[in-house]
């Protein structure tokens, strides 16, 4: 029997072929890129996936076999994701080194109050633009990015992974 290691888990569905945002561990974005097959957990099993395709950008994106529309990419989504214990390159043999570029990516997970206004909503992931990183916030049901900025960060308090922020007018409101 296989044992499988969790690398990290997808995302939302992303464009028009099904294709699936990926958030995958540091340690094992080596072992991903050099995999054929995941395993998703779905109602407690590990499920076999074949991946037809892989790209990196702002995030990592996943085209799988047999997946072909946002609509089948649906049940697959928010699950973790595994790969086999066998299939972890072992760490004598490994070539890449990962290294943290994103000055903010340390801040995801915690959560943004605005000092005027309030409890803005939870940093769930950091992305990089052209000169800018943003974070991806959920507020009042909608994404929303905010310009991570060490000029607009008041505060920050590691203990309740809390920023304070003061935010430009207006960036609320949109």
Same mark, same amino acid.
């Given at each position: ?52 395709? =892989? ?25 973790? =994701? ?93």
């Amino acid at each position: 029997m296989d044992n499988y290691i969790q690398i990290g888990f997808t995302k939302k569905a992303y464009g028009v072929k099904g294709e699936l945002k990926m958030k995958i561990e540091e340690q094992y974005v080596e072992d991903f890129f050099k995999c054929k097959i995941l395993f998703i957990s779905i109602g407690g099993k590990k499920v076999p996936f074949f991946i037809e395709d =892989v790209r990196i950008g702002n995030a990592v994106i996943a085209k799988f076999e047999d997946i072909n529309s946002p609509e089948d990419a649906i049940p697959i989504t928010s699950k973790e =994701v595994y790969l086999r214990e066998k299939d972890i390159i072992p760490e004598a043999e490994r070539v890449l080194e990962v290294e943290e570029t994103l000055l903010f990516k340390k801040y995801e997970g915690f959560t943004i109050e605005e000092i005027e206004k309030g409890i803005v909503g939870k940093i769930e992931e950091i992305l990089e633009f052209p000169h800018q990183e943003m974070a991806l916030v959920k507020y009042k049901g909608k994404d929303l990015l905010i310009p991570m900025n060490e000029q607009l960060i008041e505060t920050v308090i590691e203990a309740s992974k809390r920023l304070t922020m003061k935010l430009p007018d207006g960036l609320l409101d949109l």
